[in-house]
């Protein structure tokens, strides 16, 4: 009788196991993982990849910054050398298919890319904007950057220059 009973509980166990295990990628997040290719171009990036993986976005708001209301024009962290480096081999852009660098990453993390709403996914030479928007896209970067800080009118409309 123990030896039934015994029995039992083990099959009972190993059926509980199987039966939790049929659904476990659904319950532990088993969505598939970004694609990451190396970048294609240079020695190295920038950053470690740790500190790029995190802050990225940070030191692009900044160089766009200092960029658009400084004046000051980087290659260190400039979206278009990104691009340079990270354009895939298959696709030539960043952002033209599911499996390109920054598409990739940010459906993995479910976050909307605008960047490429203004800015060239391929790298273009020495235009990285689209000519059509470049214009409006700096006014409104411009807009963004100040929007923060209580400025009077007057110093606004010079910003809109």
């Keep these: 009788m123990k030896r039934l009973v015994a029995l039992g ?3 009972l166990t190993a059926a509980a196991l199987a ?11 088993g969505a598939p993982k970004p694609v ?11 950053e470690s990849n740790e500190f790029m993986r995190r802050n ?13 209301i400084e004046g000051i024009r980087t290659k260190k962290f400039s979206l278009k050398q990104c691009i340079e480096c990270h354009a895939s081999e298959k ?6 298919s599911k499996d390109d660098f920054c598409v ?17 996914t391929k790298p273009q030479g020495s235009m990285a904007m689209h000519p059509l928007n470049a214009e409006s896209a700096h006014y ?14 007057e110093e606004m409309a010079k910003v809109a220059r």
């Design 140 to 153: 409104a970067h411009k807009l963004a950057a100040t929007a923060g800080s209580k400025i009077s009118a």
């Design 56 to 68: 990225h976005m940070k030191v692009l708001n900044h160089q766009r910054d200092e960029t658009v």
């Design 91 to 96: 696709t030539g852009s960043v952002a033209a």
């Design 19 to 29: 039966w939790a295990g049929a659904d476990a990628p659904a319950r532990t997040g």
């Design 36 to 46: 990451i290719v190396k970048a294609v171009k240079g020695e190295r990036c920038v």
């Design 104 to 120: 990739s990453c940010h459906s993995y993390a479910a976050v909307k890319i605008d960047c490429f709403d203004c800015h060239s």
């Design 9 to 11: 509980a083990v099959i």
